[in-house]
């Protein structure tokens, strides 16, 4: 029978004090509960040693040094016997500092100085100062997660992670300010403070379609896209209008529900991105990282500690990659992988951290490196032309539901009289509608697809949903000619389904067919 926590083990001419507490560790985008047991052995005149089991890693390693410090500065004594720490489940890797308080508490448990019973049912997620003070620890969101699906009621924070705590309902939350007020409460004679509330979160206005001047079709299509959540390629010169448009696509979308919200806040957490008192995220995030980012900075990566990269922090809203050309490609093939899964895995030689990573990508390029507003201005012979776009490899391209030319703004659109185009509640309107609509007609055939972009191809060309031939008649004949491939095909007909949910038919008719084989080749097909 194993000894219960703060009982007494005797053994041959040696007594062992043991005590257990809960911490929380993080394995990539997942919460963990860790149970660290600390056993400790009779004082010796030379000191003792102390043994750490499990698989902790350096930062866990160097856990005694700083509990040894932050108990001298509370007023404790660290035992002078053999101190042994385990970290289980064994088989888990124990990472980062979010255990300190855990290890240092099980210790002064074990150790005789205080009381266990208030360590039930209870876990601890801070860093320690050598200074006795609880500081902050990135992943607080999904750490807590993990402690109340495991049945954890009470979570001892830091006060930099109390706003975050909060969010998770279900919880009592504390933050004390150090190891010491931590003792006390273990002893029963302080009582814990309880954090204030957060104070209301204020959603950030977002850019809004009415500042685009012309551009119909430019408009249309990101309405489209924004419906059947499509992946979009925008080509056209500077000042056309691209970046504009990719901007503009989180305001036609609907706002994340609560599952998602914690999704996304959790993922941005990890990464600790989050804002001071800030709420859960609400509305679809929106990346943008630069052309000069690497492959770890895209999709993640880091060492012991995997963070998030740009794609997992666009999850459930928009990865904007402007100047596409100019990414090396090895990092745009990256993005092959998460958005056919849905899912960034990174793999270690010791462990693997899987990441959420279900996005919207919206590229954009120049028709050539020179970048010039005007074609007739351009410099570049047609080899350089094409092979600046043909950085961007046909396995990712292939990827991209929607190919739009996007051309000048006319200058009367401008510099004209003209009234300001449709702003983005009023579209938003339809493409909530149309995205109704879609998740009722999946859901009715018992699939959890809500949006068109997410139906796999051979749903959408078998039965009941199969397309009569008189309908798929352009996109046959692409097909047939090679200009466009079986995943092409595939996509062409989900925006098919799309733009009839936008016109509020039930199945799509030839125009529909025919508009999207033009949105997925950016020709006319007629």
């Known amino acids: 029978m194993p000894p219960q926590p703060g009982a007494a083990s005797k053994g041959k001419g040696r007594l062992d004090r043991y005590a257990r507490s809960t911490g929380l560790t993080l394995l990539?985008?997942?919460?963990?509960?860790?149970?660290?047991?600390?056993?400790?052995?009779?004082?010796?005149?030379?000191?003792?040693?102390?043994?750490?089991?499990?698989?902790?890693?350096?930062s866990v390693n160097q856990a005694q040094t700083r509990a040894r410090a932050a108990m001298s500065n509370s007023g404790l004594t660290f035992p002078d016997?053999?101190?042994?720490?385990?970290?289980?489940?064994?088989?888990?890797?124990?990472?980062?500092?979010?255990?300190?308080?855990?290890?240092?508490?099980?210790?002064?448990?074990?150790?005789?100085?205080?009381?266990?019973?208030?360590l039930e049912g209870t876990a601890m997620f801070a860093e320690l100062g050598l200074d006795g003070s609880l500081r902050g620890v990135l992943g607080v969101l999904p750490a807590l997660l993990a402690a109340r699906a495991a049945g954890i009621r009470r979570v001892l924070v830091s006060a930099d992670n109390a706003t975050e705590a909060q969010l998770v309902d279900g919880l009592t939350i504390f933050a004390p300010a150090d190891l010491g007020m931590v003792i006390d409460w273990l002893?029963?004679?302080?009582?814990?403070?309880?954090?204030?509330?957060?104070?209301?979160?204020?959603?950030p206005s977002l850019p809004d379609m009415a500042d685009l001047r012309g551009q119909a079709m430019a408009r249309q299509a990101l309405e489209v896209a924004a419906a059947g959540r499509h992946h979009m390629f925008l080509q056209g010169p500077p000042g056309a209008g691209k970046t504009m448009l990719a901007e503009?696509?989180?305001?036609?979308?609907?706002?994340?529900?609560?599952?998602?919200?914690?999704?996304?806040?959790s993922v941005h957490s990890l990464a600790g991105t989050l804002p001071p008192n800030c709420g859960l995220i609400r509305h679809p995030p929106f990346q943008a990282p630069h052309h000069t980012t690497t492959a770890p900075a895209l999709i993640g990566g880091g060492g012991h500690h995997l963070r998030p990269g740009a794609v997992p922090l666009a999850h459930r809203g928009v990865l904007f990659l402007d100047e596409a050309p100019e990414f090396k490609r090895d990092v745009l093939d990256a993005l092959r992988q998460p958005l056919e899964s849905g899912e960034t895995v990174i793999h270690r030689a010791k462990h693997t951290a899987t990441f959420p990573s279900q996005v919207q990508l919206i590229l954009a390029a120049n028709p050539c490196p020179c970048a010039s507003a005007k074609s007739h201005q351009c410099v570049c012979p047609g080899n350089t032309r094409r092979r600046y776009l043909a950085r961007l490899s046909g396995p990712l391209m292939d990827r991209v539901d929607i190919h739009l030319r996007v051309p000048t703004v006319a200058a009367s659109a401008i510099v004209g009289d003209q009234p300001a185009g449709e702003s983005s509640a009023d579209m938003a309107k339809r493409v909530l509608l149309a995205r109704m609509i879609a998740a009722e007609r999946w859901g009715k055939s018992g699939q959890s697809w809500q949006v068109n972009g997410a139906v796999p191809g051979?749903?959408?060309?078998?039965?009941?949903?199969?397309?009569?031939?008189?309908?798929?008649?352009?996109?046959?004949?692409?097909?047939?000619?090679?200009?466009?491939?079986?995943?092409?095909?595939?996509?062409?007909?989900?925006?098919?389904?799309?733009?009839?949910?936008?016109?509020g038919q039930t199945i799509p008719s030839r125009d529909d067919v025919a508009a999207a084989c033009e949105m997925r080749i950016g020709f006319p097909v007629r």
């Open 248 to 265: 503009r696509l989180p305001s036609l979308l609907p706002p994340l529900t609560d599952e998602e919200a914690l999704e996304v806040t």
């Open 458 to 503: 051979p749903a959408l060309r078998s039965q009941p949903w199969r397309l009569p031939t008189s309908a798929t008649q352009e996109a046959n004949t692409l097909l047939e000619k090679g200009r466009i491939s079986g995943r092409g095909y595939d996509r062409v007909l989900r925006l098919a389904w799309t733009l009839s949910d936008l016109a």
């Open 187 to 203: 002893r029963g004679s302080a009582e814990l403070p309880s954090p204030p509330p957060p104070e209301p979160h204020v959603t």
């Open 28 to 58: 990539g985008a997942s919460g963990t509960v860790v149970t660290v047991e600390a056993t400790v052995g009779r004082p010796s005149p030379s000191g003792g040693k102390v043994f750490l089991s499990g698989l902790p890693d350096s």
């Open 81 to 118: 016997g053999d101190v042994s720490v385990n970290f289980g489940p064994a088989s888990v890797p124990t990472t980062g500092t979010s255990c300190d308080l855990a290890f240092a508490c099980a210790i002064v448990c074990a150790a005789g100085n205080a009381p266990t019973e208030r």
